[in-house]
């Protein structure tokens, strides 16, 4: 199976702070990859696919990069809502793998 | 509006048990893949199943093959999840999503998991 791991595992940062977070794969996935939002007690929300084509209806403070086992996902001037737990999918290879998340909190 | 609504969870005892729906509307649904994806409680997310627009590809993760079944009705614009010799470690939100659409024009229909259904809740305990 194709391990995720993502990195850092949870960050602090302030309303217009910029984020980064990593998601590395344990073989090449090509751009096969999904950056996915999730809010408290809610469903995941999908922000970028194909590893950085921003979703219609994202906010374009999301971007995403990368190919092969090394990914990004950025958040530009940080806003309130953002404050949440983030995932990336590898649909490469079955069984599809979500890495861990990171979960963005407030400072 | 795009909608995606599961139905089904509960409480069952272990080796039970249950069925899962998820119907959708607001899409072409026979043109879309669909998924099921789970959610231990205060955990991460787990791919469970997918089934191909005309139910001709099926895949599965490890840990559900030869307990859990995926299938679909177009017509009733319904995707299913039958689970049998249910176990503590499967309790879970079930959220059913959408795959890929052969309806381009769709970005939500571009790879997996464009959108998501509420979920619904399955808990396996005596």
């Known amino acids: 199976d194709i391990q995720m791991t993502q990195s850092p595992s949870s960050l602090s940062a302030s309303v217009g702070d910029r984020v980064t977070i990593t998601c590395r794969a344990s073989q090449g996935i090509r751009s096969d990859l999904g950056w996915y939002q999730q809010r408290p007690g809610k469903a995941p929300e999908r922000l970028i696919y194909?590893?950085?084509s921003l979703q219609s209806g994202v906010p374009s403070r999301f971007s995403g990069s990368g190919s092969g086992t090394e990914f990004t996902l950025t958040i530009s001037n940080l806003q309130p809502e953002d404050f949440a737990t983030y995932y990336c999918?590898?649909?490469?290879?079955?069984?599809?793998?979500f890495g861990p998340g990171t979960k963005v909190e407030v400072k | 509006e795009v909608q995606l609504m599961e139905s089904g969870g509960g409480l069952v005892q272990p080796g039970g048990s249950l069925s899962l729906s998820c119907e959708a509307s607001?899409?072409?649904?026979?043109?879309?893949?669909m998924s099921w994806v789970r959610q231990a409680p205060g955990k991460g997310l787990e791919w469970v199943a997918n089934?191909?627009?005309?139910?001709?590809?099926?895949e599965y993760v490890g840990a559900v093959k030869g307990r859990f079944t995926i299938y679909r009705d177009n017509a009733k614009k319904s995707v299913f999840l039958q689970m049998s010799s249910l176990r503590a470690e499967d309790t879970a939100v079930y959220y059913c999503?959408?795959?890929?659409?052969?309806?381009?024009?769709?970005?939500?229909?571009?790879?997996?998991?464009?959108?998501w259904g509420r979920g619904t809740l399955v808990t396996v305990s005596s």
């Open positions: 999918l590898q649909h490469n290879t079955y069984p599809f793998t």
């Open positions: 194909a590893a950085s």
């Open positions: 089934i191909k627009q005309d139910g001709s590809e099926i």
């Open positions: 607001g899409l072409s649904f026979s043109t879309y893949w």
């Open positions: 999503a959408t795959g890929p659409s052969s309806n381009y024009h769709d970005t939500r229909g571009h790879y997996f998991f464009g959108y």
